[in-house]
DNA sequence: CCGGATCCCCAGGGATACTG
DNA sequence: CAGTATCCCTGGGGATCCGG
């Protein structure tokens, strides 16, 4: 990318990330850790082949990104994050906070994956009782599975299934994740093709983080 | 900008301000206030007349940016934020701190203007004194000039000049901000033309957010 | 199948000139 | 002052191809 020319931080961070795809790329390598490119490839659904390489290239020559071998099984490259990489975590938790507010209406055709799905309640709740007893919570948004771990006084999501959940949420993502950061409310939410089956009670213990609440948008 | 077409809240919000000088057009927004196209031309050095005018466009019809008619004193017209455009505030609050890696070195004929300057140590230091008396602090780097005001608990900083402050520096921007965010001391401060003057013990009131502090790096 | 490289084409951005 | 108009050029989308 071309530089902005400015002495300015904001500008600097966008000199090295602002380019189309990267904060994005960034964000595959955050929720999914260590990846292969045809991971990561799959987890940016409109990529084009050759823009990803030359995005790895230069985030791996900027620092951001190492490229390493993978650990015996498999005998490919993967690339992970390096610490300063790693270190834009609060830009992508600003940044999809800020976004949470136009997710409301779903545009046909849009991709969706499991992991997406995850870090909204993992980066955005607490949990209102942290004291309480272990839970989990599976959820299912277009076929895309995701668990929510409640324990220890925090809120940890991870993509796939869990045996036993005490609550299952199933139906559209924009309902599901309208529910978990109470945006909408479980009538709603039915009415939007949402199925709930469980201890529903444990919705009252994500707390929606602050910038969240503001207010329900039409 | 073409959409990313993921169900995702940090691709929606890219969808939205990842275009090309959009954020630093917002950084202007919110460190300005209400400001005529031409001041944005002005604290937008390089920006291309007709992009700046389309991206006002865009950000207007997006609702992130309201177009109004100043006040009387003069006849123009003034671009605001929306509450929705000023809640991206943590967005750059986070750009910024992250980029701040990145000012060790400054390159040469980047463009530095005084609100650049004042936003360092209003967003990324605080008081460690909360109830120490109030105190002025001069910045004056290459030739811009900002004034930090400590009182009342907190770190406020504006672009301009103060009459009696209690400490000045004068340098160049890399080792004022340095100084400022305690990542270079006072002995290489002043080997890279840093001049100070006054109670240099009010530098060890601003104490540096978390983010910052890591490690000074080379 | 994985990990790209190559090619073509078009939209978005840069620079400058011009206008109400 | 507040933009438009124009031209040019680069960066990115999309498809295909290629070596391991």
Chains 1, 2 share one sequence.
């Not at 490119?37 to 020559?61: F, H, I, M, S, W």
């Not at 990104?65 to 609060?90: K, M």
Request: hydrophobic content about 45%.
């Amino acid at each position: 990318m071309r530089s902005y020319g400015q002495y300015c931080s904001i500008a600097r961070a966008l000199d090295l990330v602002g380019d189309r795809w990267t904060l994005l790329l960034v964000r595959e390598l955050l929720l999914r850790g260590p990846s292969r490119y045809t991971d990561l490839k799959n987890g940016l659904p409109g990529v084009a082949a050759n823009l990803l390489a030359t995005r790895l290239r230069e985030l791996e020559q900027m620092g951001l990104v190492r490229r390493e071998d993978a650990p015996p099984p498999v005998a490919t490259q993967v690339y992970e994050l390096t610490e300063d990489g790693a270190a834009l975590e609060p830009v992508l938790k600003a940044l999809g906070l800020w976004g949470m507010r136009y997710m409301n209406e779903e545009h046909a055709g849009d991709a969706f994956q499991a992991s997406w799905l995850a870090y909204v309640p993992a980066w955005f709740t607490n949990d209102a009782d942290p004291a309480g007893p272990p839970a989990a919570i599976q959820l299912v948004a277009d076929d895309e599975h995701a668990v929510i771990e409640l324990g220890d006084g925090s809120v940890r999501a991870r993509a796939g299934r869990t045996d036993h959940p005490d609550l299952t949420l199933v139906g559209p993502a924009r309902a599901v994740l309208g529910v978990l950061l109470a945006k909408i409310d479980l009538q709603r939410a039915r009415a939007l093709g949402l199925t709930v089956k469980g201890r529903r009670d444990l919705l009252g213990r994500l707390r929606p983080a602050k910038g969240l609440s503001e207010a329900p948008r039409p």
